[in-house]
C-alpha cells in the first residue's frame, strides 16, 4: 500500500499547483441536487469482473456518505481517500459531511431475504423501490461496476512493468415514492503502477489497484448528488497599480500561511481604493468563498465579471458561487449552517496606510514624544522593531498613532 501512494504521489505532484497559487478545500455543490434526500438505501453493487468487489463498493458508498469530512484529503500525499480528512487544509467551519440516515447493511438484506430477491444488485427497480418503502427509505442507490487490467512491457529485453487498471461503472437513484429512476451516474477511472528491473515483482496484483481504483470511483458517484469538499487552487490576481504593489504581495503572503484575518483588511481597502479594478473584486471574492460565505462571495464575483465578462475565471466563480449559495440553504434547512466567519485583522483604512518601523529590536526602548521636539515630553518609550502608522510627516519627526487613541512624535533618526 505504501508504493501505491508514493505512485500516486508522483501522479498528483504533475497537477500540484504553483508556489504563488493558494490551494485549499471549500463545500462544493453536488453535479445534480437531490437536497429533499434524508433516508438512504444502498443495494449490494454487482462487480461482472470480481464478485468479491460486490461488497467492497457497497461498503465504499456507505462509508463515504457517513464521512464527516467527505472530500477531505491529504492534498501533500495526493491520495484520495486513504489518509484521515483532518490532514486537509479548510477555513469552512462547522460543516460536516454526514448529512444522511444510510440503512444498515444488514437491515437491507433482512427484507431482501424476506421478499425473496437476490442481493447482488439484479433486481429490477419497483422491487427496490418496494424495499425502499418497507424501511421508510427516500431513495434506494443500486448499480454495476467492472474493471480491467492491461500490462504493458517496455525496454530492452522489457525490463520494465506498467499495470494499468480501468475501473468502471454506472450508478442509478430510484425513488421509493415513485419507483423511478431519478438520477444516473456513469464514471470511469484508471490507476497504474510501473516498476523496472528487479522491482517489477512489486506490481501489485490488479485486485489491489482495482480497490483503489474502486474508491475514486465511489467519490465520483457521491460527488454526483451529495454535497461536499473539494480541493480547489486559486490563483489570486495581481493587482499591478503602483501604490498597492507592495501591499498585494503582503496579502498574499498571510494567505499562502493561512492567516485569512491579517490578509482581508488588506484585499478589502485595495476594492475600496479602486472598486472599478476587477482583479481587487475577484479577489475579495476568494476571500469570501474560502471561508464558505457565497452570498458575500457572489457579489464581489459579479462585480468582476461584470467589469470584465470575457474572463473565464471570473464566469466559473460566478457560477460557483451560485452553487455554493444552494448548498449553504440546504445547510440552514437541516439545522446544520456553515460556521459564520468574522474576519479580524483590522479595519481597511489602516490596511493601507503608510508605516514607519522603529529601529532596533525588542530590548530597545526609543522615545516617542508629545511635541515634535525632543525637549517636549515623552509619551511613550517604544519596542525596537515595532511598526506605526503614519499620520502626517513633520520636517525632522513623524507623528506616528500609538496604542488605542494616542499619538506621537518620532525622529526620522529612530526609524528605518
Not at 368 to 381: G, Q, R, T
Request: overall charge neutral; charged content about 25%; glycine content about 8%.
Amino acid at each position: 500500500m505504501t508504493r501505491l501512494i508514493i505512485l500516486l504521489f508522483i501522479i498528483f505532484s504533475s497537477l500540484a499547483p504553483k508556489a504563488q497559487d493558494i490551494e485549499c478545500f471549500i463545500l462544493k455543490a453536488p453535479e445534480k441536487p437531490f437536497y429533499d434526500i434524508k433516508k438512504i438505501g444502498v443495494l449490494e453493487f454487482d462487480c461482472s469482473s470480481n464478485h468479491r468487489m460486490n461488497k467492497f463498493v457497497t461498503d465504499q458508498i456507505v462509508a463515504d456518505l457517513l464521512s464527516q469530512n467527505r472530500g477531505i484529503y491529504d492534498s501533500k500525499s495526493g491520495w484520495y481517500g486513504m489518509v484521515k480528512g483532518k490532514k486537509g487544509k479548510t477555513f469552512v467551519k462547522g460543516v460536516n459531511t454526514d448529512f444522511y440516515q444510510v440503512m444498515e447493511r444488514e437491515q437491507l438484506e433482512k427484507i431482501l431475504k424476506e421478499q425473496r430477491l437476490s442481493l447482488s444488485g439484479t433486481i429490477d427497480e419497483s422491487s427496490a423501490a418496494e424495499v425502499g418503502r418497507l424501511l421508510g427509505l427516500d431513495v434506494i442507490i443500486m448499480g454495476n461496476v467492472s474493471y480491467s487490467s492491461v500490462d504493458k512491457r517496455t525496454g530492452q529485453d522489457y525490463p520494465c512493468l506498467k499495470r494499468t487498471v480501468t475501473a468502471k461503472g454506472t450508478m442509478k437513484m430510484v425513488s421509493v415514492e415513485t419507483a423511478q429512476i431519478v438520477g444516473t451516474k456513469s464514471a470511469q477511472v484508471s490507476l497504474y503502477v510501473s516498476k523496472c528491473s528487479d522491482a517489477r515483482s512489486e506490481v501489485p496484483r490488479a485486485e489491489v489497484i482495482a480497490e483503489s481504483a474502486m474508491k475514486s470511483l465511489v467519490h465520483e458517484f457521491t460527488d454526483y448528488f451529495a454535497p461536499g469538499y473539494q480541493n480547489i487552487t486559486y490563483k489570486f490576481e495581481k493587482v499591478k497599480l503602483k501604490e498597492f504593489k507592495t501591499k498585494s504581495k503582503e496579502a498574499m503572503d498571510f494567505v499562502k500561511i493561512g492567516d485569512l484575518d491579517r490578509a482581508f483588511p488588506i484585499v478589502y481597502a485595495m476594492f475600496e481604493a479602486d472598486s472599478y479594478n476587477p482583479k481587487a473584486a475577484y479577489n475579495l471574492g476568494i476571500l469570501y468563498e474560502m471561508v464558505g460565505s457565497n452570498t458575500d462571495a457572489l457579489e464581489y464575483y459579479n462585480i468582476a465579471y461584470e467589469l470584465d465578462y470575457s474572463n473565464i475565471n471570473y464566469n466559473q466563480a460566478v457560477n460557483r458561487a451560485k452553487a455554493g449559495i444552494g448548498v449553504n440553504n440546504y445547510l440552514e434547512e437541516i439545522g446544520r449552517p456553515v460556521e459564520p466567519y468574522t474576519f479580524t485583522g483590522g479595519n481597511a483604512a489602516d490596511a493601507l496606510a503608510e508605516k514607519v518601523q522603529i529601529k532596533g529590536n525588542s530590548g530597545d526602548r526609543v522615545n516617542v514624544y508629545e511635541l515634535p521636539d525632543k525637549k517636549s515630553e515623552i509619551a511613550a518609550k517604544v519596542p525596537g522593531g515595532l511598526e506605526f502608522k503614519v499620520i502626517e510627516d513633520r520636517g525632522s519627526f513623524i507623528k506616528i498613532q500609538l496604542r488605542g487613541t494616542k499619538t506621537g512624535f518620532v525622529h526620522k533618526s529612530d526609524v528605518k
